[in-house]
């Protein structure tokens, strides 16, 4: 509105016979009222423009005078300019999770997940929720999770897994419907308060549906039962300062494990990872398989071991 304001006025002070310096001063002080002179010879003309462009012009100044104090005074700025940098952060991942709702259940997975060294986007209304998830290393996007403006500003067309961690399962159904519109091949976890929201938010596109009531529920059970089993996997699922790791190693297409048998593999020997269970493009999932299982481009290991040793099984099974 300013810059308009000032071509108007050098365009009218030139058509009145001032040179360009003379159009642009004459502006300048018309439409920030001070005043101080004017230059040319005045006319009738003149005078009738300056009063019409003062009008005009010294609107157009205070009102950008005041939206800009605003914005200092604020913080709008730092906002402003945060929010491009982040989006062009975005638009440069590739493969990223996708996390709506950094409340209790998603703060815990924004901390696994970040920490793992994994893009991550967390969306989320309240900005205090995204301060914590943004200092773990997670890029917050303040907004609503149930807007596909949202999702796509998240980056969800180009993203690998889609996190629903809100706290209403009706919301989580609303995310999973549009995440699943706006992208057909994002892997879909969502999460569930009761057991009836499960059937509907698979219908809805999930993937996976937790029930985090129902897993703590379990892990209690486990801890009373079998103590010393549940302490053996949360040190091998959640403790970063042990050398032992479960991994997932997807084969790829020619690698040097497609068409072999687990057998003629032999990742025990060669890796030192131990292979717990294997998947099948389209499969169920196959725990302890047996030595004789064929290995195809696509089948997924779930292997356990030292990081070295399962980076080993995972370049055989990529090269």
Not at 110 to 132: E, F, K, M, T, Y
Request: glycine share 12%; with cysteine; proline share 3%.
């Amino acid at each position: 509105m300013l810059g308009l304001t000032m071509v108007v006025g050098v365009a009218g002070y030139s058509l009145l016979g001032l040179d360009p310096l003379e159009a642009v001063y004459q502006t300048v002080i018309t439409g920030t009222t001070v005043g101080y002179r004017e230059v040319g010879e005045v006319t009738v003309a003149y005078q009738l423009f300056t009063i019409v462009f003062i009008f005009i012009g010294v609107g157009a100044a205070l009102y950008t005078l005041s939206v800009l104090f605003e914005t200092i005074v604020d913080g709008r700025l730092d906002a402003l300019f945060g929010r491009r940098r982040m989006v062009r952060e975005i638009g440069q991942m590739r493969g990223h999770v996708v996390l709506c709702g950094a409340g209790s259940v998603g703060s815990v997975l924004a901390a696994h997940v970040a920490g793992r060294g994994v893009p991550l986007v967390v969306i989320d209304s309240d900005r205090d929720q995204l301060a914590a998830a943004e200092r773990l290393g997670a890029i917050g996007l303040l907004g609503d999770a149930r807007s596909d403006d949202t999702l796509r500003e998240a980056g969800i067309e180009r993203a690998g897994t889609l996190v629903a961690a809100l706290t209403s399962d009706a919301d989580n159904v609303y995310v999973t419907l549009g995440a699943r519109a706006l992208n057909p091949d994002l892997f879909i976890v969502s999460r569930a308060h009761v057991d009836d929201a499960e059937p509907k938010l698979r219908h809805a596109g999930a993937d996976r549906v937790v029930n985090p009531q129902s897993i703590g529920g379990h892990r209690m059970a486990t801890f009373a039962l079998q103590p010393n089993v549940a302490e053996f996997l949360d040190v091998v699922m959640h403790d970063d300062e042990v050398e032992w790791r479960l991994e997932e190693i997807e084969i790829g297409v020619g690698s040097e494990l497609s068409d072999r048998t687990l057998q003629e593999a032999d990742l025990r020997r060669r890796g030192g990872a131990m292979v717990l269970a294997l998947r099948r493009p389209g499969g169920e999932l196959r725990t302890n398989p047996d030595p004789g299982s064929t290995l195809k481009a696509g089948t997924v290991l779930i292997a356990m071991g030292t990081p070295s040793e399962l980076d080993t099984v995972e370049r055989l099974a990529t090269e």
